[in-house]
């Protein structure tokens, strides 16, 4: 199976802090970003999705 990529969003430092804990014990899940507000984790995630897109699709073109 492969790595797990999770983006922790959570206004409280502490949350945050433990989340992170419990995830970090964990090898096969990847942090990749933590964020306060949930405007900009939510743009991290956009931003993350068109690097994949972009990546698949430029995998797809290769074949053609």
Known sequence: MGTI???IIDDESLARDL????????KE???LGEYSDGFQGLKAIVYINRKVYHHINSKVYQFL
């Open 5 to 7: 990529k999770a983006i």
């Open 19 to 26: 989340v992170r804990s419990y995830l970090g014990a964990h």
């Open 29 to 31: 899940i990847e942090i």
